[in-house]
């Protein structure tokens, strides 16, 4: 297969990109700094965009099986903690993503010969702060936060593909797991100083999903020919912020006993902190009903492989 992968330097689509490129397929990255361009395997075709058009690329789609738009703007920004959300960097946000879904549209409305799949990024935050006990499938309405309206114009920036009859999988994914970068690395923090423990009232859902698993699921959507519309990439086994706190200090061998206030999160962080004090209870109905199996369904599986340490769950 030819693949182009905007996005393709950050942590899930230079993963991608290397999988499939030692697998054999051609693949081809889109960066705004192709020089610069760092993590991709040799194999891996790097070329430049604007991330605002298709002018430069836009004839590479001619003939491409696959383009998977992954390109955004960090949520938390690019230092390791939290930058505020003011109102300039939710524009930044928002409108990152927008021109890369108006660039990507352009460029395969355009192209004589369409690709088989657009694969649009997304997120379960599309969905809003949601009770515990709500299980969130992909049917769901959108919420009605700044998460949940960026969510929904970034999947509505691609959508126009489907009149031309490229099939469309639009990927909601959660907390990745990932000691490379996302989250888990400032989580994980407390719990290396032996300060971890629950962050707010600890009864929020966590969503979360391992990279090993985003990267099959991706792959499987790309395949599978009736694949289409929202798909949740979490597991298939959410946990609540205590219990994955006392998770993951199992993994590591440190204990989860310090909470952390949700109003001191909110003091030091802003809005940006209603990323771990708010969740979504979402499941992965779709994937499992069209036969995806995932190798970490359980968040004692996930963490153990990423720490070493020995899993207590039953293989599944």
Same mark, same amino acid.
Do not use: M
């Given at each position: 297969m030819r693949v182009i992968i905007t996005g393709g330097t950050g942590l899930i689509g230079s993963k991608l990109a290397n999988e499939l490129a030692r697998d054999e397929h051609e693949v081809i990255v889109l960066s705004r700094s192709p020089r610069t361009a760092k993590g991709l395997d040799s194999k891996v075709k790097v070329e430049g965009w604007d991330a605002k058009s298709?002018?430069?690329?836009?004839?590479?789609?001619?003939?491409?099986?696959?383009?998977?738009?992954?390109?955004?703007?960090?949520?938390?920004?690019?230092?390791?903690?939290?930058?505020?959300?003011?109102?300039?960097?939710?524009?930044?946000?928002?409108?990152?993503r927008l021109d890369a879904g108006k660039a990507v549209l352009e460029a395969i409305e355009q192209a004589e010969t369409k690709p088989k799949v657009l694969i649009q990024a997304s997120a379960v935050g599309y969905y809003g702060a949601r009770r515990a006990n709500d299980e969130i499938t992909e049917q769901a309405a959108a919420g009605n936060d700044f998460l949940a309206d960026v969510c929904k114009q970034w999947e509505a920036s691609t959508e126009d593909v489907e009149r031309i009859g490229v099939r469309r999988p639009a990927i909601r994914t959660g907390v990745l797991l990932s000691k490379e970068g996302g989250a888990l690395p400032r989580l994980a923090l407390p719990f290396q100083m032996f300060v971890g423990g629950p962050m707010g009232s600890g009864k929020q859902p966590v969503p979360w999903i391992h990279m090993d698993d985003v990267i099959s699921a991706i792959r499987f959507l790309m395949t599978h020919p009736t694949a289409t519309g929202p798909f949740n990439l979490t597991a298939p086994n959410p946990v609540t912020n205590a219990e994955f706190g006392r998770k993951l200090g199992e993994a590591m061998g440190r204990p989860?006993?310090?909470? *952390?206030?949700?109003?001191?999160?909110?003091?030091?962080?802003? +809005?940006?902190? /209603? %990323?771990?004090?708010?969740?979504?209870?979402?499941?992965?109905?779709?994937?499992?009903?069209?036969?995806?199996?995932?190798?970490?369904?359980? *968040?004692?599986?996930?963490l153990a492989?990423?720490?070493?340490? +020995?899993?207590? /769950? %039953?293989?599944h």
């Open positions: 298709a002018h430069g690329w836009g004839p590479l789609v001619n003939g491409t099986d696959a383009i998977i738009n992954l390109a955004a703007s960090n949520l938390a920004g690019n230092g390791f903690f939290p930058q505020r959300w003011t109102d300039e960097r939710k524009a930044r946000i928002l409108q990152s989860s006993l310090i909470p *952390v206030p949700g109003f001191a999160l909110k003091t030091a962080f802003g +809005e940006v902190a /209603t %990323v771990v004090l708010d969740g979504q209870w979402a499941v992965p109905a779709r994937l499992l009903e069209l036969g995806f199996t995932f190798k970490y369904p359980t *968040v004692e599986e996930a492989a990423l720490y070493g340490r +020995e899993s207590t /769950t %039953v293989a």
